[in-house]
């Protein structure tokens, strides 16, 4: 694919992400054009666009002239608002944002998630060796769609014959894995989602458990309990935000590894931390390509005034590429330090399930090394079609066991 003119990238319509490599795209833009205008099309609004690591860091951090309440993605910023503005965490500012913040860093945080997490190392296990065992799979359907809807799920107690139905959902919600979905079919997904999650509180209300959910029941923000709407909201915000974002990334992981062999000898051989492994997986996937804000106060960027409304997008698909920040960025180095990237954004929204999606992803790579002696790609992997996720939804594999680690390790 070659490098598209600049004028000719609608960054709003998810069939350019299908159709061209944006690589060259964005490296123009962060040399030549660090405060690019998407232009309207059809009716639909313009918006800024920036590409450049530390303007986007700026921008994250300044929730003085920048807000969420607008809105954070493409889809509802240029729909001119979000329906769980001041509500869900996502699109909440100011003092409220942080009281839900810290009730959902309660529930997220490394201490209380040590049992789920020892539940995700045991599901993740399991899962590879039965893979492996198999001969190959398609690892998205297989292992990449359950690890994190399975821990989503025990988080918040949602029953196990719901969870099919549940990831079916989420799937339509965000992007398209099928051609034929389009933004009505995605629109239904998240009312769906919403009225599950209505029929979960209301049974929560009347028996609680030791979940998620019966925790946020009975929350106050404020000193006034979060309604049924609020708790929705926000289990939807984590069903939404924890199980796609991982599960592309996954995907990603076993495909970037299968490309990449030298890479995989390195894991293999032990020859990089787990941790800083994940993280450079985390580089390179960025599976959230942007998130954006609304101008809330005046304010000037690379010369530009910017206007209270105007709509301002960051693309962690650029920013994690910037040669200003990464040495050699289009190299994936699964030893590579110091790597600060931006997949899980930065300021006072900064991702609040980084340590789960981290745990997984570390897990992955941990059952990958011990129990394959590598794994190559079959088959040609659909690419799904957003212009907020990307990755892949199908990734056929076949493994090669590794028997000593299949015999030695539990
Ligand atoms: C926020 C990415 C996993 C729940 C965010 C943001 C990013 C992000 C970039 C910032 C959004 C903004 O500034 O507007 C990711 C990626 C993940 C991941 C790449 C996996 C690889 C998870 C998981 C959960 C989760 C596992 C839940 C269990 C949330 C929530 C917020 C958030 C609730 C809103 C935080 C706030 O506004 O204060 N995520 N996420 N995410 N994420 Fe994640």
Known sequence: MSTPALDTVDLGDPATFADHDLDGFWRTLRDTAPMHWNPPVDGRRGFWVLSRYDDIMATYRDNVNFTSQRGNVLVTLLEGGDAGAGRMLAVTDGPRHLELRKILQ????????????????????????????????????????????????????????????????????????????????????????????????????????????????????????????????????????????????????????????????????????????????????????????????ETELHGVRLRPGDIVTLWHASGNRDERVFARPGEFDLGRTPNKHLAFGYGPHFCVGSYLAKVEIAE???????????????????????????????????????????????
């Open 106 to 297: 309660r529930v997220l945080s490394p201490r209380v998630l040590d049992e789920v997490a020892r539940t995700v190392r045991i599901n993740t296990r399991q899962w590879i060796r039965e893979a492996v065992g198999s001969g190959g799979c398609d690892f998205a359907e297989r292992i990449a769609s359950r690890i994190p809807m399975t821990t989503i799920s025990n988080l918040l107690g949602v029953p196990e014959r719901d969870r099919d139905y549940l990831l079916s959902l989420t799937k339509t919600a965000l992007s398209a894995d099928d051609e034929d979905v389009d933004e009505v079919d995605s629109e239904m997904a998240r009312n769906e989602i919403l009225m599950y999650f209505m029929d979960i509180v209301e049974e929560r209300r009347e028996a609680p458990g030791d979940d998620v959910i019966s925790m946020l029941i009975g929350s106050a923000v404020d000193g006034v309990p979060l309604s049924d709407e609020d708790v929705v909201l926000n289990c939807y915000s984590l069903i939404i935000g924890g199980d796609e974002t991982s599960r592309l990334t996954m995907i990603d992981c076993v495909r970037t590894l299968a490309a990449h062999p030298e890479q995989w000898r390195r894991l293999k051989r032990g020859e990089v931390a787990i941790e800083t492994a994940v993280d450079e997986v985390l580089r390179w996937a960025s599976p959230t390509m942007h998130f954006g804000r609304s101008v809330e106060r």
């Open 364 to 410: 992955l790579l941990k059952a990958l090394r011990d129990f394959t002696l590598g794994f190559e790609q079959t088959e040609e992997a659909l690419p799904i079609r957003s212009n907020f996720l990307t990755g892949f939804s199908t990734m056929p594999v076949r493994f090669t066991p590794d028997h000593s680690g299949l015999r030695e390790c539990g």
